[in-house]
């Protein structure tokens, strides 16, 4: 007599080698999701510098890149940054000619930072007294 169908022995050991692979994925994309939280902050630093410069090129200073609530775009970068897991810091100077940001990244102990010379890399912070990346 020939055998009809799996046993259920074989179909439990299938079920568990998907499982067992299943899981292997998921832990493996976890980093995955991590780089992009980190890229998607890179990139909204990149255009709060884009905006500043655009700023500049306008009015000759960078009076109106600061935090203080009052600006939309800024503050929609702000949000996309704490939604990824950053937090924003913006450092001008009082004559407005130099600024400096930055942001955590999800990365243990990685900041990416931009400021008015054109800087945007993983540094430590901004720099306060200089409104530099460091």
Sequence with gaps: MKKQGFTLIELLVVIAVIGILAGTLLVS???ARQQA????IISSLNQLRAIAELRYSVTGDYRNVYDNG?????QRLKSDISANGGVLTIVPTAQSQSYCASS????????FCVDSTGVAERAKACDGAQRKCI
């Design 29 to 31: 994309l976890g980093g």
């Design 37 to 40: 939280r980190d890229t998607r």
């Design 70 to 74: 009052a600006d939309a775009e800024i």
């Design 104 to 111: 955590s990244l999800n990365t243990a102990g990685t900041t």
